[in-house]
């Protein structure tokens, strides 16, 4: 779908407007060559310190081509606005054991940067997948992710791919009015452990028009995600769009505003879920919406889970202590692929508060029978057409 234009990417086009007669710094004249052999790693480095002193916008320009790039960091204060039009493909080494950093290029402290040119970043990660293996081991090696956007503020990233990260392929920590416009993430779904975009304590997070197709979740919100709008967007193959886990860690800050609207999510394992760790840290998450969603193929496409509790590593006999508050489904239509196909599986000690179901139409196809609705310590209130009928079954 179009995206509205909305104040966001209005104030993005004149942000653009106010590059185009802006100093051009191409990174040919750097020592980049594109050809795909030499490490560009010093070209984009000096390239960077000189747009960041830069007192007027700058522009640098990374035009079409293969460059290997065996790390970058993109470190702010600026003292202006900088746009990085990228064009080529960037492509990491293969060897996870070559990265000195947690990220394969990171951006940081950095206000108003516009990251765009229809350009890749290509983390080679097939020999890291082949090693990491989480579900058999709670030890999860920390592979580089592709992109880290650390504390970046008023800021976009438009028109870019990222594929085959070793490990999450987008992170973004501390971030403020930071917008994804038609981003794309592809990694097989067998990739482990690579998430689409990890998003925590950042407010004000905006993804439009993206195209998430991974083998982990699609789009992961940690504590302290606050005003993450997700519009237009699609997921799958992956695990679906997830807040959490929660409440592992103790001060986790709370979840507040999550809106995703007409999306469409299938093959995944999931849809829409919000999971958090029995006997738990406190921790609460409220406003939490999910609108025109299209399931096809998707097992659980709408879940609750306060008894997430993976290679059982917790007591899930002890309740949750992370509160969930003003959550809403509406217009959730598609197939399931299984035959729960909407589970709420609320805190005993704390019930969900404010649930909302309204106008649901999952079908599911298989031994069991017709797809059923199951809930516990959830009371929701339900409106419009139900199908599966709402909560027939205690969820366990
Ligand atoms: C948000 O960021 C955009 C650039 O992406 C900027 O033009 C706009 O002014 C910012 N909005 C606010 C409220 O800071
Ligand atoms: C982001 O932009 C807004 C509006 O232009 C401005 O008030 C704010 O200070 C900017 N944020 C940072 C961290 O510079
Ligand atoms: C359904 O989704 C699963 C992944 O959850 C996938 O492996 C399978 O191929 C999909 N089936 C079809 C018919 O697309
Ligand atoms: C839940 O939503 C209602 C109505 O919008 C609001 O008054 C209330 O403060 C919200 N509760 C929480 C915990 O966010
Ligand atoms: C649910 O979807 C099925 C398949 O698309 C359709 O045949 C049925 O009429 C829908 N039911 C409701 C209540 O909308």
């Known amino acids: 779908m179009g995206v509205k234009l909305n104040l966001t990417v209005l104030s993005?086009?004149?942000?653009l407007a106010s590059f185009a007669d802006a100093l051009t710094l191409d990174v040919r004249n750097y020592g980049a060559k594109a050809d795909g052999q030499s490490d560009v790693s010093m070209a984009l480095a000096k390239a960077w310190q000189?747009?960041?002193?830069?007192?007027?916008?700058?522009?640098?320009?990374?035009p079409r081509g293969n460059y290997r790039l065996s790390q970058a960091s993109f470190k702010g204060p600026c003292k202006a606005p900088i746009n990085i039009q990228l064009e080529g493909?960037?492509?990491?080494?293969?060897?996870?054991?070559q990265f000195k950093q947690p990220s394969w290029v990171t951006f940081s402290y950095i206000n108003r940067l516009t990251l765009n040119g229809g350009g890749t970043f290509d983390?080679?990660?097939e020999m890291a997948w082949a090693r990491s293996d989480c579900s058999k081991t709670t030890f999860c090696p920390h592979y580089p992710m592709n992109l880290a956007f650390f504390f970046v503020t008023n800021s976009t990233v438009q028109d870019i791919t990222n594929k085959n990260s070793k490990q999450f392929h987008t992170n973004v920590l501390g971030c403020k009015n930071f917008t994804f416009l038609r981003y794309t993430v592809n990694a097989p779904e067998t990739s482990l452990n690579t998430d689409g975009i990890h998003i925590g304590r950042s407010d004000g997070v905006y993804i439009y028009d993206s195209h998430i197709k991974t083998g982990d979740d699609c789009i992961s919100l940690g504590d302290g995600s606050k005003n993450i709008h997700i519009e237009g967007s699609s997921c799958g193959p992956g695990h679906g769009i997830s807040i959490g886990s929660l409440g592992r860690y103790k001060n986790e800050e709370p979840v507040v505003g999550v809106y995703v609207k007409h999306c469409t999510i299938s093959n995944t394992q999931n849809g829409v879920r919000i999971k958090t760790w029995p006997n738990s840290e406190p921790g609460t998450a409220s406003d939490m919406h999910f609108e025109d969603v299209i399931m096809t193929n998707?097992?659980?496409p709408v879940l609750i889970d306060q008894v997430y509790c993976p290679w059982n590593q917790c007591s899930a006999s002890i309740p949750s202590r992370v509160k969930l508050s003003n959550v809403s489904f509406k217009n959730i239509r598609g197939t399931s692929a299984s035959h729960v196909a909407v589970k709420l599986s609320c805190s005993k000690a704390y019930p969900c508060n404010g649930v909302v179901l309204q106008d649901i139409n999952l079908t599911y196809k298989g031994p069991e029978g017709p797809a059923i609705s199951a809930c516990s310590n959830v009371n929701p209130k339900v409106g419009g057409g139900q199908n599966p009928k709402a909560c027939t079954t205690k969820a366990v």
């Not at 960041?52 to 990374?62: G, R, S, V």
């Not at 493909?89 to 054991?97: D, R, T, V």
Request: charged share 10%; with cysteine.
């Open 123 to 125: 983390g080679q990660g």
């Open 298 to 300: 998707v097992s659980n």
């Open 12 to 15: 993005f086009f004149f942000l």
């Open 50 to 62: 000189e747009a960041c002193a830069a007192t007027t916008p700058t522009k640098i320009y990374i």
């Open 89 to 97: 493909i960037l492509i990491a080494p293969k060897n996870p054991g």
